[in-house]
């Protein structure tokens, strides 16, 4: 499938799982399930590692809905607490971007990076049109794009610290809140301190974009289909 035509369709997707109800998103579930269960064991495993990373985000958005969304208290007997309306409201968020990491993750495992930044140079057409570089925010995201992996594997090869510095060898208590939060602190600053100089040391490439083509006609029948069933489906 083409590029462009593989943006489209997450794009569309996206919007969709974004604004929709319970039938969009079992509809948008069934969807992955179907992309991720023919491929590669691997794939899927990816995908659960992004959402291992946006655990604490996930976290405050469940809060955020719980404590602060109006109506029907779960427990009654409370004042002031969680609601049934803030568990609905959260719960669906947290489904449809868990959703959206799942297909966030199928573009780029199957598409090439050199094939995807020429698939948003001609999705950016239209800025050319009033007099914006596109090729400049092409390279833009090819450089990020490339930062993303360096990053991570600067962070998979960093020094490991047990959080028990200082304790005798034989005590082992779990780290406190206030312990494992200054250890989250230690590792991103040397993580930002690494990536400064890597990036000072790192020496001038010239980055190629590819030059965009044009997708075949009929593959334009995907994202009318897609577009077409979570109308349906929302109407």
């Not at 079992?26 to 959402?51: D, H, S, T």
């Not at 404590?67 to 002031?80: E, K, V």
């Not at 009033?130 to 600067?154: C, H, K, M, N, W």
């Not at 005590?171 to 250890?183: E, M, V």
Request: proline share 7%; with cysteine; charged share 15%.
């Amino acid at each position: 499938m083409h590029p462009v035509i593989k943006i489209i369709l997450f794009l569309i997707y996206a919007t969709a799982i974004a604004f929709g109800d319970v039938m969009t998103l079992f509809a948008g579930a069934v969807l992955m399930l179907a992309l991720y269960l023919p491929g590669p064991r691997e794939q899927l495993l990816l995908a659960f590692r992004m959402l291992r990373r946006m655990r604490w985000f996930f976290l405050s958005i469940a809060l955020v809905y719980l404590l602060f969304t109006p109506g029907r208290l779960l427990f009654s007997a409370w004042p002031w607490g969680p609601t049934l309306e803030g568990l609905s409201g959260g719960g669906l968020r947290i489904i449809s971007l868990v959703l959206i990491v799942f297909a966030v993750n199928l573009l780029l495992r199957t598409t090439l990076h050199p094939m995807l930044i020429s698939a948003i140079l001609w999705c950016l057409t239209p800025l050319a049109w009033v007099g914006l570089s596109r090729e400049r925010l092409a390279v833009r995201i090819a450089l990020t794009l490339d930062a993303v992996d360096s990053v991570q594997v600067i962070y998979r090869h960093r020094p490991r610290d047990d959080g028990h510095a200082g304790e005798p060898s034989g005590n082992t208590r779990p780290a406190s809140l206030k312990a494992r939060l200054r250890r989250i602190g230690a590792t991103a600053q040397r993580l930002v301190t690494a990536v400064i100089e890597q990036a000072e040391a790192a020496p001038t490439v010239a980055i190629e974009v590819p030059r965009p083509s044009n997708p075949p006609l009929i593959q334009w029948l995907y994202p009318l289909l897609l577009g077409t069933l979570f109308m349906v489906l929302s109407g």
